[in-house]
């Protein structure tokens, strides 16, 4: 009877403890605003940190982030050094530079952190006010390549001082790391940070992975998770979606996507509607979505095949105008298609 006794309570004692545990698994949610759009952070809690204080680190982060990377910050330091300025880089500026040229090299020129000056010419960035004119080509071109930009003693040398750079195509990914390490620091081990439509995880909410939506690459599809194409298990990993379908103008009958081919000159034009990309950082999966937009369906498909270590799922149309998708292998068992209209 005594040993039943002890079991008994054994069995009660760790029932109680699971139950206090479960009561700790509860997750808190900030969200505001940052780098022109929305960002949304879950994190498992159990009540060690207050969200309003987080909050406002956090903002303090994008804050700080913003004074060295936003061009549309006339007092950033990216500003400055567009100005031609003398002031030293900070951690930001030398971090996104080496991975924003990491994946140029790796991506043949296909993502250009210094396609500034052809953004705003057709009509994108801070200043936007198409402009555009094939005559002035060869001369805004002589501005453009990641090659012809170096760092020297914490300053940025540009080959040509009328050269801008501009680092959007890869700043919210970026960005997602910045927070994804300071959350790691605080001892987080299960959190979602999106930010942008950008996204970084650790661990999961329910035990199997975030749950990740891809929306429909929609004309005027503006609204994140209105309308989805595909939802996306992901753990440990980053996820980075780059369209057509949100930010672009017609004139005279001719759609101008904002993805500008650094090679051409000219918005790219091919059939690929959306690319998602995942990878280890989400620096990384930003910065090759945006280079899967440019190089196109089939040239996609040979990188990423070359690339092993990235999962992607790719949306275009056919000949009919009718959607097609295409996934890696190992993604597809992660992945659930919504094919209904």
Not at 205 to 227: H, Q
Not at 300 to 319: D, G, P, R, W
Request: net charge neutral; aromatic share 10%.
């Amino acid at each position: 009877m005594k040993t039943i006794k002890q079991a008994s309570l054994l069995v009660c004692i760790c029932i109680v403890f699971i139950s206090c545990r479960q009561k700790q698994l509860t997750f808190d949610r900030i969200s505001g605003y940052a780098q022109g759009s929305t960002y949304n952070i879950i994190f498992e809690n159990g009540k060690k940190i207050d969200p309003a204080e987080l909050k406002n680190k956090v903002d303090k982060i994008f804050h700080d982030f913003d004074k060295s990377l936003s061009v549309y910050d006339d007092s950033s330091l990216i500003s400055k050094v567009n100005r031609n300025e003398d002031i030293v880089l900070d951690t930001f500026f030398l971090e996104i530079l080496k991975r924003s040229n990491g994946i140029s090299a790796e991506t043949s020129g296909a993502f250009d952190i210094t396609v500034g000056p052809l953004v705003r010419a057709w009509g994108f960035g801070p200043d936007a006010h198409k402009n555009f004119d094939v005559s002035r080509l060869d001369s805004i071109m002589a501005l453009i390549g990641y090659e012809k930009i170096l760092v020297k003693d914490g300053h940025l040398i540009k080959k040509n001082p009328a050269m801008n750079i501009d680092v959007n195509a890869i700043a919210q990914g970026y960005s997602a790391d910045v927070l994804y390490r300071y959350f790691s620091s605080l001892g987080l081990r299960n959190f979602l940070i999106e930010i942008g439509g950008e996204v970084r995880v650790r661990g999961a909410k329910n035990g199997d992975g975030w749950t990740i939506g891809i929306d429909k690459p929609e004309d005027n599809n503006d609204t994140p998770g209105a309308k989805l194409k595909a939802v996306i298990k992901l753990k440990d990993k980053a996820l980075a979606t780059s369209g057509s379908y949100r930010k672009f103008y017609i004139e005279n009958g001719v759609k101008y996507s904002h993805e500008i081919d650094p090679k051409t000159g000219y918005p790219a034009k091919n059939n690929l509607l959306s690319v998602s990309i995942i990878a280890d950082e989400c620096s990384t999966a930003d910065g090759l979505a945006t280079a899967c937009m440019v190089m196109g369906v089939e040239k996609t498909k040979k990188f990423i095949k070359n690339h092993t270590e990235l999962e992607a799922y790719l949306i275009y149309s056919n000949e009919k105008g009718d959607y097609e998708t295409w996934a890696t292998k190992r993604l597809s068992k992660n992945l659930k298609e919504n094919n209904s209209d």
